[in-house]
């Protein structure tokens, strides 16, 4: 079955940068290739929310709280995906999942969680100030 493992995520102080990695593995091999992955995070108490997307042809989607912040990037060869972040603020702690849109979700390449079908664990960020 698919599996998705995150990582990176640590304490850091304001204005100070980290990056996420996200792995996506299936056993021997990976059946289906996502049509597209993203990132999302959430605060106890809160919805979780989209802040970045990329599919497989490399075109991505930004929160317009994260714009000019966070990049994210993926390398398909080896299944794995990136969020690097930026003059982190208090604002951007909770906890980050990666997800992919993979067979058989309906095609919704966006921020929004419905279009997702495997979620990883997540892997806490917080910075303070």
């Known amino acids: 079955r698919v599996q998705l493992v995150e990582s990176g995520g640590d304490s850091v102080q304001a204005g100070g940068s980290l990056r996420l990695s996200c792995v996506l593995s299936?056993?021997?091999?990976?059946?289906?290739?996502?049509?597209?992955m993203g990132w999302f995070r959430q605060v106890p108490g809160q919805e979780r929310e989209g802040v970045a997307a990329?599919?497989?042809?490399?075109?991505?989607i930004y929160a317009e709280s994260v714009k000019g912040r966070y990049t994210i990037s993926q390398d398909t060869a080896e299944h794995t995906l990136f969020l690097q972040m930026e003059r982190l603020g208090s604002e951007d702690s909770a906890m980050y999942y990666c997800?992919?849109?993979?067979?058989?979700?309906?095609?919704?390449?966006?921020?929004?969680?419905?279009?997702?079908?495997?979620w990883g664990q997540g892997t806490q960020v917080t910075v303070s100030s």
């Open positions: 990329i599919d497989a042809d490399g075109r991505t």
């Open positions: 997800a992919a849109g993979m067979y058989p979700v309906d095609y919704d390449f966006s921020l929004l969680t419905r279009g997702y079908n495997k």
């Open positions: 299936a056993g021997p091999y990976v059946p289906y290739k996502p049509y597209y």
